[in-house]
Nanobody, 125 residues
């Protein structure tokens, strides 16, 4: 499975961006698809994920209420609408998917076998 992410860019504090990610093929509507991010000098961290079965969504605490993840399993796409952006949201955002990740492990980067190339989000103060 190859993942193609897009939508990153430069935005001012308080602005919005929408990231998109498309998978090259479906993973049988199992598992999850989502986003991690990595800021300079920091570890890669979980941002949000969508579990296909039941369409459950998960968010890290620091972005909840500002970011919304959505997806279309038929189109093999997931989106991340990011509002009220802050300078601390500046990072490379990576799209991920795995057909076997359990909901209990959905924020664990080691449970995802498929990663996109990353798209840079820069929020200026």
């Amino acid at each position: 499975v190859q993942l193609q992410a897009s939508g990153g860019g430069l935005v001012q504090t308080g602005g919005s961006l929408r990231l998109s990610c498309e998978a090259s093929r479906r993973t049988f509507n199992l598992g999850a698809m989502g986003w991690f991010r990595q800021a300079p000098g920091n570890d890669r961290e979980f941002v949000a994920a969508l579990a296909w079965r039941g369409s459950f969504t998960y968010y890290t605490d620091s972005i909840e209420g500002r970011f919304t993840i959505s997806g279309d399993s038929a189109k093999k796409r997931v989106y991340l609408q990011m509002n009220s952006l802050k300078p601390e949201d500046t990072a490379i955002y990576y799209c991920v998917t795995d057909p076997y990740v359990a909901r209990g492990d959905i924020d664990a980067k080691g449970k995802y076998d498929y990663w996109g190339q990353g798209t840079l989000v820069t929020v200026s103060s």
